[in-house]
């Protein structure tokens, strides 16, 4: 299972898919699959399923790269959360864009802030070395 890790040294290529389907426990993988269906929802209410899988494939793989290309090489990678923020980031753009009624705006202001939450605590564990396994 280990050899599905994304590790930052020596890295294979298809570790920047198959990491975000790994978790480092059980914690992680519920937290990721609830919020996969809280923001996952508001993505597939406008672009459907496949727009679902696309986003979450294409921000999971940009979120790998960008963790290889800023953190320490001796890291190791595990989990959706970049595909995650992906989706919120998502659904946020979504709701600021479908018009300017004030049910869209309180959404994308809940989601908004807790997009900005997610990245300060991505930058805090990056900060104090990552999380451990």
Avoid: D
Avoid at 24 to 44: D, K, P, T
Avoid at 49 to 70: E, T, W
Wanted: charged fraction near 10%; proline fraction near 2%; glycine fraction near 10%.
């Amino acid at each position: 299972m280990k050899a599905l890790y994304l590790y930052h040294a020596k890295h294979q290529w298809w570790q920047y898919l198959t990491h975000q389907f790994c978790h480092g426990s059980l914690q992680h993988l519920s937290s990721n699959l609830f919020q996969l269906c809280v923001f996952g929802r508001f993505v597939e209410e406008t672009e459907g399923g496949f727009g679902v899988m696309a986003i979450f494939l294409v921000c999971g793989l940009g979120a790998a790269l960008a963790s290889v290309l800023c953190s320490s090489p001796s890291s190791v990678s595990v989990g959706a959360s970049g595909a995650i923020f992906g989706l919120f980031a998502t659904s946020v753009l979504l709701r600021l864009m479908s018009g300017p009624r004030i049910k869209n705006l309180l959404e994308a202001a809940v989601l908004g802030n807790f997009v900005v939450r997610q990245v300060l605590e991505e930058l805090r564990y990056q900060v104090s070395g990552g999380l451990t396994l």
